[in-house]
């Protein structure tokens, strides 16, 4: 007769616990031997990681008690060979071995594949420095070349958007892990180079295993990014991993993070010099307009007025025609007194002989002494009209024969400047043949 009684149900605690205890029996101290991926080492000082070979792998930990003892240094690629027991972490429902003593066995395949083929791309002359290209001083368009939906993507947005909003981007999304990875970057780059929109590409992803980031030490990226006319930022993995690419491209950010930083211009320091500059600019202006407000003070001084001008050469005419007469009446009185003294010889000599003689001297000589006279006068005359006639060029008058008018206030004064006089003022201007009574519409400077 059977029983309809059900079994009672484990719990997943219960579970756990029983397949670990099942694991820890059924196998004692045995050694595994892998290829180390995914080597984390927290502060607690306990080492976690995957041993690995071509066709499965197993989560590993080797507590600080045990790996304390040890010589020998971990690091991904390393192929070892690990003591350990089975066992199971319950709160994952995991199976593990819990290393208790660890040795190098040769380096992983991955780990040789790697060396192998940057030996062979360095012998190209893929790393050389003289084939690098520069990156730009000043981005115009930035290009994104990795997965849209991985934390890469998301940091160096973030970055941009604090550094440099502005900055015009282009995501190219490809894959970043997987056999598939290596085609997609490729491709990404060759469409990036055809559309020329971007100056500069970031080619990269988040950290992870030497397996994961596999594809940027692809053969055919390395080419791709070579070949590339566009400048290429390599940002693969974290700052203690270094792929390939890192060797190919023309410059190698430690993180996505820092290649942001690196082709970004900080917009503040940006603010900062457009300020220092926009001061410098001001300085330099009210410098030069201080200096050019002193000439034209000098200048100023210089000029003068065309009445005060008239004056001195009114003032030098008058001069010159009392000099001129003063010349004459002295000339006339020399001659005057020569023909008295050759009067009084001719009274003298009346009784001689050659009182005819001396009679037709005093007539000749009175003669030349008016033509003389006539002579001086009429230079002295020339003079003084070609001294008028310049007097007459830089008079007002003359100004206003040639049709331009003087603008004066009501009580006389000239007005020579349009910031002188506001709208709505009576001004009086002064023509040739009388002057013109007008209100001030519209006071217009002139724009320097």
Known sequence: MQSNQTPPAFTVSELNNEVKSLLESSFRIIQVEGEISNFVRPASGHWYFTLKDSGAQVRCAMFKNRNHYLKYQPKNGDQVR?????????????????????????????QQAYEALKLQLQHEGLFDQAHKQHLPAQPKHLGIITSHTGAAVHDIITVL?????????????????????????????????????????????????????????????????????????????????????????????PTPSAAAEIISPDQSHLQL???????????????????????????????????????EHAQRLDDLELRLSKAIRQQLQSRQDTLSQL????????????????????????????????????????????????????????????????????DGKIIQQVKAINPGEEIHSRLQDGRIRSQVIEVIPDLL
């Open 161 to 253: 958007k604090r550094r440099f909003p502005s900055l015009p981007v282009n995501i190219y999304p490809t894959r970043v892990q997987g056999d598939e990875a290596a085609d997609e970057i490729v491709a990404a780059i060759e469409t990036a180079n055809q559309h020329n929109v971007c100056d500069v590409l970031i080619v990269g992803r988040g950290g992870g295993s030497l397996e994961d980031l596999w594809c940027f030490n692809d053969v055919r990226v390395a080419r791709a990014i070579y070949n590339s006319r566009l400048p290429i930022i390599s940002a693969v993995g974290h700052e203690v991993d270094v792929s390939i690419a890192d060797f190919v491209a023309d410059v190698r950010a």
């Open 273 to 311: 010099r457009l300020k220092q500059l926009h001061t410098r600019l001001q300085l330099t202006l009210q410098h030069k307009l201080k200096r050019y407000q002193e000439q034209l003070r000098w200048i100023n001084t210089r000029l003068k007025h065309p009445g005060d001008k008239l004056n």
């Open 343 to 410: 009067q009084q010889r001719q009274q003298r000599c009346l009784q001689q002989p050659l009182v005819s003689n001396l009679q037709q001297k005093i007539n000749d000589l009175g003669h030349r002494i008016e033509q003389l006279s006539l002579q001086y006068q009429t230079r002295q005359q020339l003079r003084l009209q070609a001294i008028a006639g310049r007097l007459n060029g830089v008079s007002p008058l003359a100004t206003l024969e040639r049709g331009y008018a003087i603008t004066e206030r009501p």
């Open 82 to 110: 690990v003591r350990a027991k089975v066992s199971l972490y319950p709160g994952r429902g995991d199976y593990q071995l819990i290393g208790d003593y660890m040795e190098d066995a040769g380096t992983g395949s991955l």
